[in-house]
């Protein structure tokens, strides 16, 4: 008999969170499990599209301001109604409502935590809160080391409670004949590096060390580009950084890009230098294409990174190591081979859709 799975999350917009679910419900065993989607916010967004025209019941709720009494009475009658077993909820607001709303109707609850904000903090709520729903729930998850620690630091939860299981993808294939006709629609040389990054514009994600970083690296490499893959509010703010550093003309941002495997394949060093981070899926893509890594040492980074042994890893916010790693690998070739083959094993050994899915299925049955 199948078990009716249901993801429960904000929506399904494009982020790290829902390409977890996006993964997971890709690639749940469809002889096993029934898996649908639901949302506590409309609209359900890009992935959210996407998932419902290949077939997978994906159905919304309009969550209003403060705690939204009427709401774990409207995921109750959902629950009931499509006989869920097990509700996985994604993120800290729709476990809340999601274990509520299961109490006594025989479903089980997963509570998996994606990430945190920056900085993080508590409330004396969540101190008096969480310890009682912790016994309404039957498994916690966490996508990172950090992200546990995090988990028992601000909401109280006991480690031995939080399983840690890595985000996983599913392996990118760069064709590298769209990657040189990108490269010649960008006007790029062929002699030039390209520095890159994915990531949404946003001020956790420190584009600015990155572009204040490139500007001092590209003065010792001439040729080299940065590229930067990604939208969001500080773009113009980040395009007036680059004017006021005279390196307008060697910075490309390439606005949103719903599948940016052709940028990625483009780029010679991948970096991501955020303030905090989970477990950053780009960061997984760019190991799946054996691109060298930099990151910052901060959140999931380090576990997935290990310093000159696959990428470099820097201090959060330190120009200085930040423009040093990328004048160590800009210069070495065989370097930036050497730590790209050893991300692309690391990614095979860990970071796999599969293995991923593997542990997840393992709790759900």
Known sequence: MKINLLHVTFDMHIGGTEQVIKNLVEATDKAKFNTSILCIESPIGPFGKILSKKGYQIDSMSRKEGFDIKLIFEIRKYVIRHKIDVLHCHQYTPWVYGVLASILTGAKVIFTEHGRFYPDRSSWKRKYVNPFLIKLTDHVTAISKATKQALVDYEYIPASKI???????????????????????????EDTLILGTIARLDPIKNHRLLISSFARAQKKHPKLMLLIVGDGETRSNLEGLAEQLDISDMVFFTGFQANPVDYLQLMDIFLLPSLSEGTAMTLLEAMSLSKPCIVTDVGGNPEIIKDKVNGLVTL??????LTAACDLLLKDRKLRKKLGDAGRTQFEKKFTVQNMLKNYQKIYQ
């Open 316 to 321: 959060s916010n330190d120009e200085n190591m």
């Open 163 to 189: 399983e840690v299981i890595y985000n996983g993808i599913a392996e990118l294939e760069g064709n590298i004949t769209a990657s040189q006709q990108l490269r010649k629609k960008l006007s790029i040389p």
